[in-house]
């Protein structure tokens, strides 16, 4: 129960920093059954570029508890244009603790860590539309337990 209310606590905070950006044009995350992140499961996102003369940071959001048993997390991008044609294509390596004290990364309450990563940043995008990026988990386990959430934030770049 207690974690429930954490969980709460921690998504009621990112929302609401999250609406307070001018900048953000969305951010989309998916809670994960069971929290596992299981090969076949690809969370999808879609959002819309109306702007092409903006350029646009990407960040991937991961949310795992402290019982996750690695310091770090391989997850692979696909992000697809208007015209169903790869725009882009990576594999990342977030680090969600560090390596040498085991120590979590992230802003988190009780057990549970949320991270942002910069996956694309400073991303021009050549034609307005619908946009698709899915996320997959690139670690070597079919089930990849106490990773509970992932999701997208597409940002305007701040103009200096």
């Not at 991008?77 to 390596?99: A, C, E, I, W």
Request: glycine letters at 4%; aromatic letters at 12%; one cysteine or more.
């Amino acid at each position: 129960m207690r974690k429930l209310i954490y969980s709460w606590l921690a998504l009621s905070l990112v929302l609401t920093l999250a609406s307070c950006d001018p900048n953000q044009v969305v951010e989309k995350n998916t809670d994960l059954d069971y929290n596992h992140w299981a090969v076949r499961v690809k969370p999808t996102f879609e959002f819309e570029i109306a702007d092409t003369t903006q350029r646009y940071d990407i960040y991937i959001n991961i949310r795992n508890t402290l019982s996750y048993g690695y310091y770090n997390l391989y997850v692979k991008h696909t992000l697809t244009g208007p015209d169903n044609k790869v725009v882009s294509q990576l594999l990342h390596q977030m680090l969600l603790m560090d390596p040498q004290t085991g120590e979590p990364w992230g802003s988190g309450t009780g057990d549970i860590f949320d991270h942002q990563f910069l996956a694309l940043p400073n991303q021009h995008f050549r034609q307005p539309g619908m946009y698709k990026i899915v996320l997959e988990q690139y670690m070597r386990q079919d089930q990849l337990p106490d990773i509970m959430s992932v999701g997208v934030r597409v940002a305007k770049v701040a103009k200096k």
